[in-house]
């Protein structure tokens, strides 16, 4: 019986030492940002879809993700339905044929999965948008930039779709 007590013991022991570190590094690995300062729709679908496959990836661990999404510069085109005219950042053609479609999967991103995104206000103030011309559910950040450092200053890891 004693025997048994001691294997027992060691075997839970071992477990602790091994399946700890596992643990944090999986949990350290649920925080994502996502950097969007491009124009091109199909890129911006792109880093839609994988915000979604990541979400779905950790959700099939059973980990509980923390994914943001940023949006600076030429993003901006991704988070309103005003055409920005005359704007470095006016929608063209691509943008118009798709928007619709890639507003409601940011939704769904924000209203289903709970990705936070935000929208840096010094780049939204430049063109003169007015906030309540932003989709509904994006926060501002005063420096969209500063909001990626600040992020991965807390374990965020930083991606952008190529």
Partial sequence: MKALF???????FLANIFAFPLAQAADDGAKVVYH?????????????????????????????????LVFVGYGL??????????TPYEADKALL????????RLDALIDVRGV???LCDKTRD?????QEKVYKGIQFAPS???KIA?????????????
Avoid: C, W
Avoid at 7 to 12: D, E, I, R, S
Avoid at 47 to 56: A, D, E, G, P, V
């Fill in 116 to 118: 936070q995104v935000h």
């Fill in 6 to 12: 001691k294997k027992l013991t060691l075997v839970l």
């Fill in 77 to 86: 085109r991704f988070t309103t339905d005003d055409n920005l005219k005359g």
């Fill in 126 to 130: 430049e063109v003169g948008l007015p």
């Fill in 144 to 146: 969209g930039v500063a």
């Fill in 36 to 68: 969007v300062d491009f124009k091109d729709p199909t890129r911006y679908s792109a880093t839609l879809t994988s915000i979604n496959n990541i979400m779905n990836f950790y959700e099939s661990e059973l980990m509980e993700p923390e994914v943001h």
């Fill in 97 to 104: 044929d798709r928007r619709a479609e890639l507003k409601g």
């Fill in 150 to 162: 600040i992020l991965q200053s807390e374990g965020y890891s930083y991606l952008k779709v190529q």
